[in-house]
């Protein structure tokens, strides 16, 4: 089990707006940028948000993320069936057995 | 443009040892921070270890000890040595570019190579 909780799924229909949360203690995502990554099983995965909000190029202004306090956010508009992925956010912790760790992922169904 | 190729991933047999490389383009690896992070069948993304551009190396606590990150400029390459492989090492490993602006962050990824520890 991960120290960043992230829900198992999330859900909602073409064009909607979904959000996904990964929460975690104060010395986790208080202190460090947290980024988000779209993976569909088998195929590299792909950087969506870094330093909290930030996009790399190439990804549309449909994907955003936000920090507050302990919880970091990752939106998504205008949602389309190709969205359909596991999402995952990650951030770094010294304290930990790992210098960098994952949210469990969450699975986002496109209705 | 960037890519990152894996290969070297295959079945195993428990205790045996396997090296898996990452082979990049568009950009040189020496330069830049460079992990591999793996995916257990079912479950989520973990990262296992870290290669500096500096040369340091920093590995998940899974893996210190019987795994060992490393390089080669020439080829342009990183590697993943893992010896002492156990049935929990089975997943899809992938290369990523380690990109650190105010926090590391994977801004580019390869496609994986599997491996298998089974009898």
């Known amino acids: 089990q991960s120290v960043l909780t992230q829900p198992p799924s999330v859900s909602a229909a073409p064009g909607q707006k979904v959000t996904i949360s990964c929460s975690g203690s104060n010395s986790i995502i208080g202190h460090n940028y947290v980024s988000w990554y779209q993976h569909l099983p088998g195929t590299a995965p792909k950087l969506l948000i870094y330093d909290n909000n930030k996009r790399p190029s190439g990804i549309p202004d449909r994907f955003s993320g936000s920090k507050s306090g302990t919880s970091a956010t990752l939106g998504i508009t205008g949602l389309q069936t190709g969205d359909e992925a596991d999402y995952y956010c990650g951030t770094w912790d010294s304290s930990l057995s790992a210098p960098w760790v994952f949210g469990g992922g969450t699975k986002l169904t496109v209705l | 443009e960037v890519q990152l190729v894996e290969s070297g991933g295959g079945l195993v047999q428990p205790g045996g040892s396997l090296r898996l490389s990452c082979a990049a383009s568009g950009f040189t690896v020496i330069s830049n921070y460079m992990s591999w992070v793996r995916q257990v069948p079912g479950k989520g993304l973990e990262w296992v270890s870290i290669i500096y551009s500096g040369g340091s190396t920093y590995y998940a606590d899974s893996v210190k000890g019987r795994f060992t990150i490393s390089r080669d400029n020439s080829k342009n390459t990183v590697y993943l040595q893992m010896n002492s492989l156990r049935a929990d090492d089975t997943a899809m490993y992938y290369c990523?570019?380690?990109?650190?602006?105010?926090?590391?962050?994977?801004?580019?990824w390869g496609q994986g190579t599997r491996v298998t520890v089974s009898s």
């Open positions: 990523a570019r380690t990109y650190y602006s105010r926090n590391w962050h994977f801004d580019s």
